[in-house]
């Protein structure tokens, strides 16, 4: 009898650790699972932020065609944005936007604001996920510095 006692609470004690070694395991997987994912968002936030402030887009004067528009781009040089590609960057569908960065699962939003803090333009709905990644630029536009967020949500 005493020894079905020992083995009944060795057995116990065994499958407490092996429940406690799963759950242990099942955390750090949900964690990781989510580092991934917000790394992958990061990286494709930096992406897209960095295509659109530091180069002219394609083709190369996309803006005085929008509908040729392959990947939308502000710059003129480096730190220094066009005005009339950040006006027709507005005037573009936020869908076909979201198709031509290949970003169709996710949320994006991007406001540009004048050195004084005034909104001037808004792209993309208002982002309120759990999962949010933004991103500020600056850029020179016609001699003033304007702020640049660009952010991105996962629904």
Known sequence: ?????????????????CLFLLS?????????????????????????????MNTPGVP???????????LPGFAIERGLAEE???NAFFSLDYNETKKKWNIERYDFQLKVFDNEGILLHRA????????????????IVNNQTYTFIFALGEP
Request: aromatic letters at 10%; hydrophobic letters at 50%; zero cysteines.
């Open 1 to 17: 009898m005493l020894i079905f006692n020992d083995l009944l609470l060795s057995f116990a004690a065994f499958f407490l650790v």
């Open 24 to 52: 242990l395991w099942d955390l750090n997987l949900t964690r990781l699972q989510e580092n991934i994912e917000t790394e992958e968002l990061e990286l494709i936030a930096f992406q897209i932020s960095d295509t659109l």
């Open 60 to 70: 190369f004067q996309w803006e005085e065609n929008i509908s040729s528009v392959e």
């Open 84 to 86: 009339e590609k950040i």
């Open 124 to 139: 993309g709905p208002e982002l309120n996920h759990s999962t949010l990644i933004a991103l500020s630029r600056l850029a």
